[in-house]
Structure formats: structure tokens, C-alpha cells
């Protein structure tokens, strides 16, 4: 079973917060990917089929966990970029108020 967690972090440590989720993942999925895609291959050259089907399954599973790290890369990103438009509209808008 897998458990969500969520926690906070200022503005300044995002940079590196985003870096480390993708470093910490990075390499176990070259790897798992890099070794089930060689072990698949060599399964159907083989023709153990059953064998293939496992690595397969595993080829699946590691993309799908890849997907949700770049799903939540992706939702980080979204809320900081749509969180600095919001920055900089209040700006703008305080300074229109100002101007007048």
C-alpha cells in the first residue's frame, strides 16, 4: 500500500525541493527501466513468453510510477507559476491604485 504525504516549503527551497524529488527517483527508474526493457528483449529472443509478460508487467508498473512523479512535478510547477501570475497581477494592480 502506498500513503500520500504532503508537507510545506517556503519559496526559496522549491528550486531545490523539485530537484531532489526528481534526482531521488531518477536513477532507480533508469535502472529498473534500463534492466526490465534488456530483460524483455532477451525473454522474447528466448521465446519465454512468460517471462516477457513478467518484465512487461514490470516495464508498466515503473512507467506508471513515473507517471505520478511527473504528475506531481507537474501540479508543483502549475501552482507556482499560477501562485507568481497572482504576485504579479497584485502588483501591478497596487500600482495602477498608486499611479492615481
Known amino acids: 500500500m502506498k500513503f500520500k504525504i504532503q508537507y ?10 523539485i530537484e531532489g524529488l526528481f ?3 531518477k536513477d532507480k527508474f533508469e535502472n529498473a527501466l534500463s534492466f526490465s526493457s534488456i530483460a524483455f528483449l532477451k525473454s522474447i529472443e ?3 513468453y512468460p517471462t516477457a509478460l513478467q518484465y512487461l508487467s514490470n516495464l508498466r508498473k515503473n512507467l506508471y510510477d ?6 506531481d512535478l507537474d501540479s508543483i510547477l502549475t501552482g ?3 501562485y ?5 497581477q ?3 494592480q497596487q500600482e ?3 499611479e492615481q
Do not use: C, H
Open 8 to 17: 510545506t516549503t517556503s519559496e526559496a527551497n522549491l528550486p531545490k525541493e
Open 23 to 25: 534526482k531521488r527517483k
Open 46 to 48: 528466448l521465446e519465454d
Open 66 to 71: 513515473l507517471d505520478v512523479l511527473m504528475d
Open 80 to 82: 507556482y507559476i499560477e
Open 84 to 88: 507568481e501570475q497572482s504576485k504579479n
Open 90 to 92: 497584485q502588483t501591478e
Open 96 to 98: 495602477v491604485v498608486e
